[in-house]
């Protein structure tokens, strides 16, 4: 790259419009939010220290999240800017100014400083990796022959919030970006034959429903505080929020008229706060017991103190004091600690104030830790004769990768981690270059089709020039586009149509795993139930590794039932696993029918999508379908799913020394996979996942 030519062109930011748009558009104020004030305050918090590293708001929908962090920016002073700059350089601090500044000032120009607002800038979750981290300016390539960088989000997020509504359904390659990014402060570039990098210092802010999924743990770690939040109960603050709101949407100058008292007043609590900042005095006292509670407390590595120590001087400053004191830090550690607790999807942990008060007071006072643990409250298994039990899920066991769900050629529209899809769609990898299908709607590679166009420069400008009007829907020879005359100059490459080459993308989407479960009487002999609740939990480990969707079916009884709806959650599925009760009679058929039809409703909505049903059962069946035998009636459901191609997977749960292998001659029916649940562990899943059922073979316990 010629470090000569201005890189970045004149034209600053392509997201530069927005932030015009955005100082027009009303925004609910801030202070006029009901009730949240946790969330309120852990935003605030971010305000006064920028530096803190972010905020994870994770609750149910309809909970005011994204309506929080938009009024967040109006409380926020408005900082000076460099005019001009794609990056929103600080004039004052010199050291940091990115390389268009620093090419100014080297032209001895003038840099002129401007006010705005601190700037939010979304990141959608289908963006394309060239549109957050930037690419190549197209216009300057071709018609001028200059590798000129096209800033992306990254670069209009320098110096502002950067916010990711449903953060968790962001694909991993993006992912992986924005941790580089969050972590130096920097966005490096290096693609297409440039090379690029441009200060990237924002604050972060994510929101989430947790039933759609949860966050890889690196990226988790990395929102400084985390806040739950739930819907409002009382009807009289549900009425306030309604009111509010169509007051605002009725009249939005007139609502914010009103509350511009409030909020001038929050704003000042903030530029005072971040004023007072520096004057605020964290003791060793104060260090030591922040440190002592993350040991105790298991705070896997040290950003947790680091954020508490932040969150706490914070705290201290917004309360207009310049002593940290045990309730800074008390409340620092639940906004800081909560999400940092949990180390697996199926924990639980909660960071309870009443256990948090007492660790506070026992550090204060230099006790030891006591030795005494709780014993594991036991659900009953609803012994004395009842009909249902339930039984709690045994240790889960290390069953090994399910096999992999996704239709290659299918489309790409969820992200996972399961298989690779090529042609991934514009949110995919670029990962390399070919040639574009007659009448294909493509995403030109310019690096691969300017190498293409190369060794042709010279001829193609000898050649007489033309002015074709050009095609509907084809890319046209640019040696003279329309309306341009044969005195103008040519472009600095000429491309033709055999030269234009397309990008493709690979991803990762993930896939749907159906359980489908034997939960009648005979499950409960031997406590079987309890191992195979054991057995599903450790392949739901692996289905959250993936980013699958999960779904679980039951049959007992009269028929069968869709216990959870596919969803993204394995929390979730390991709660209706653990509640699902045992007994009764065994409609195996009516399971099967029921997995068939919960498929196909699914490949409807994402027919990107090739399932894994996960059938447990014994293989007996006692309740007849249609008046029809019941085992005549498993076998020609299995049979079904055997003709449309549906993956699946027979576990086989029968005990005891006589066994009728009829679990096993419905794999056959099925065409699937075999494993007994004796034998269930990571080597026997392996090797029959790895096997190629096909109806009729023989088919042997995996030993």
Known sequence: MNTSQDPFGARGSPLSNQYSAYKTRHVFPFTALVGQDRMKLALALNAINPTLGGVLVRGEK??????????????????PVVQGCPYSCDPQIPDILCN??????????????????VPVVDLPVGATEDRVVGTIDLEQAIQHGERRFEPGILAAANRGILYIDEVNLLSDHLVDVL???????VNVVEREGISVSHPARFMLIGTMNPEEGDLRPQLLDRFALGVEVQGISDPSLRAEVVRRRIAFEADPPGFLARWAQAEAAEQARVVAAQELLPQV???????????RLCAELQVDGLRGDIVMYKA?????????????????????????????????????????QEVLNRSIERLRSGEAESDESEEPEERSNGGGGAPDQVFQPGEPRPVGPLPATTERDAPFQQFGRRGPVTDAGPTGQYVYSAIPKPGEHIELALDATVRAAAPYQRRRRLEPRTSAPPSPGRLTPPTLPAGRA?????????????????????????????FVVDSSGSMGAERRMEAAKGAILGMLMDAYQKRDQVGLIAFRGAGAQEVLPPTSSVDIAERRLAELPTGGRTPLAHGLRQGLETIRRTRAERNRTAPLLVLLSDGRANVPLNGSDPQDAARRAARELAIRGIQSLVIDSE????????????????????????????GALMRAVRSEPTRGSSHRRAR
């Open 486 to 514: 044969a005195s103008d100059p040519l472009p600095a490459i000429l491309i033709r149509p055999q030269d234009v080459r397309r990008k493709v993308r690979q991803g990762k989407a993930g896939g749907l795993v159906l």
């Open 62 to 79: 309809g909970t005011a999240k994204s309506t929080a962090v938009r009024a967040l920016a109006g409380l926020l002073p408005r900082i």
């Open 655 to 682: 005990g005891g020394r006589l066994r009728l292998g009829l679990a096993c001659d419905l794999s056959r029916e099925m065409g699937a996979r075999y494993v007994h649940l004796d034998d269930l562990h990571a």
């Open 281 to 291: 005095v964290l003791d060793e006292d104060m260090l030591t017991l922040i440190t």
């Open 312 to 352: 706490a001087c914070a705290l201290a400053a917004y309360g207009g004091r310049i002593a940290v004191t045990d309730g800074d830090v008390r409340t620092a550690a639940e906004l800081a600690l909560t999400h940092r607790l949990r180390r697996g999807p199926f924990e639980h942990t909660q960071l309870d």
């Open 100 to 117: 268009f500044c620093q090419v100014r000032l080297a032209k001895r120009e003038m840099l002129i400083s401007v006010t705005r607002m």
């Open 179 to 185: 941790l580089d990014a969050a972590a130096m402060g």
